[in-house]
């Protein structure tokens, strides 16, 4: 079982910056694929970014060059760097983890341990 606890949400004016963070426990990070998803109001769930067992990461052509997925083993947390925010990155941030290897975002299905969320409300 992994259990994952996500922190740093918050409210932020457009071109801020916010740092996601996403605290495993029961297995190390670096034994697992770890993601990020995001879900507006009335939208689906849509992968934002992937770090696999491999090191390799991926993101979503929305928030490419914008965006930074890391790992720290020592503290077996995932971070979530987030700059030059805008009002369509909105939305609850998901933490998810898989055993599974992954090539690419992959769908929300593909994932088998979730954290509870955290709100990033960005104002234009």
């Known amino acids: 079982q992994v259990w994952l606890v996500e922190s740093g949400g918050g409210s932020v004016q457009a071109g801020g910056s916010l740092r996601l963070s996403c605290a495993a426990s029961g297995y190390t990070v670096s034994s697992l694929s770890m993601s990020w998803f995001r879900q507006a109001p009335g939208r689906e769930r849509e992968g934002v970014t992937t770090t696999t067992r491999g090191g390799y990461t991926y993101y979503a052509d929305s928030v490419k060059g914008r965006f930074t997925i890391s790992r720290d083993s020592a503290k077996n947390t995932v971070y979530l760097q987030m700059n030059s925010l805008k009002a369509e990155d909105t939305g609850m941030y998901y933490c998810?983890?898989?055993?599974?290897?992954?090539?690419?975002?992959?769908?929300?299905?593909?994932?088998?341990?979730w954290g509870q969320g955290t709100q990033v409300t960005v104002s234009s």
């Open positions: 998810a983890a898989d055993f599974r290897t992954k090539n690419g975002l992959g769908y929300p299905s593909q994932y088998n341990y």
